[in-house]
T-cell receptor, first 113, second 113 residues
Framework: AQSVTQLDSQVPVFEEAPVELRCNYSSSVSVYLFWYVQYPNQGLQLLLKYLSGSTLVESINGFEAEFNKSQTSFHLRKPSVHISDTAEYFCAVIFQGAQKLVFGQGTRLTINP | NAGVTQTPKFRILKIGQSMTLQCTQDMNHNYMYWYRQDPGMGLKLIYYSVGAGITDKGEVPNGYNVSRSTTEDFPLRLELAAPSQTSVYFC????????????FGPGTRLTVT
């Protein structure tokens, strides 16, 4: 079955600490991978995406994610977080041949001063 | 460009009432989607459309209906509202089959009591 799993529902970290938000998927076909961010009381915004090419992708605000095909993962990392990174982060996948995003359950990132 | 707009922002319905959630996009996108977001569950696809006159069911279509008479508009109809439909509803759109980035509206928070 095709599915997306975010292993942590909540991740608390201190400001300026590194963070990793985990995402795994299950699929027998090729995938396109996305991370979306949802700030409080807002809609979702695309943070970064992997469609093809380099397996390491970066966003403009310092996040990066690496596609690992053998481990079927697309973990999101940031070396030093800021209070403004407080948000919910969703991993999402389009499975080849489908036209729909499948979302993980979301990870709430809380930054403590 | 206003992007994807949704109305209303908030609504309280009584059990058994009906309503239509409006979604409009001004980006000339062919693909449009309706999701519901429940705490800890991520986003679940209700219905989607790949063009005017074409709609299809997602994961959780029961209790909802859609229509797509124009490229711009994709309203979601709730008939006989139930407490289980209390949720935040997001509309999204994207260009077409080879362009995978989805743009989300700000959401409608619906409470059914």
């Amino acid at each position: 079955a095709q599915s997306v799993t975010q292993l942590d529902s909540q991740v608390p970290v201190f400001e300026e600490a590194p963070v990793e938000l985990r995402c795994n998927y299950s699929s027998s076909v090729s995938v396109y991978l996305f991370w979306y961010v949802q700030y409080p009381n807002q809609g979702l915004q695309l943070l970064l995406k992997y469609l093809s090419g380099s397996t390491l992708v970066e966003s403009i605000n310092g996040f990066e994610a690496e596609f690992n095909k053998s481990q079927t993962s697309f973990h999101l990392r940031k070396p030093s977080v800021h209070i403004s990174d407080t948000a919910e982060y969703f991993c999402a996948v389009i499975f080849q041949g489908a036209q729909k995003l499948v979302f993980g359950q979301g990870t709430r990132l809380t930054i403590n001063p | 460009n206003a992007g994807v707009t949704q109305t209303p922002k908030f609504r309280i319905l009584k059990i058994g009432q009906s309503m239509t959630l409006q979604c409009t996009q001004d980006m000339n996108h062919n693909y449009m989607y309706w999701y519901r977001q429940d705490p800890g569950m991520g986003l679940k696809l209700i219905y989607y459309s790949v063009g005017a006159g074409i709609t299809d069911k997602g994961e959780v279509p029961n209790g909802y209906n859609v229509s797509r008479s124009t490229t711009e508009d994709f309203p979601l109809r709730l008939e006989l509202a139930a407490p289980s439909q209390t949720s935040v509803y997001f509309c999204a759109s994207r260009t077409g089959p080879q362009i995978y980035e989805q743009y989300f509206g700000p959401g409608t928070r619906l409470t059914v009591t």
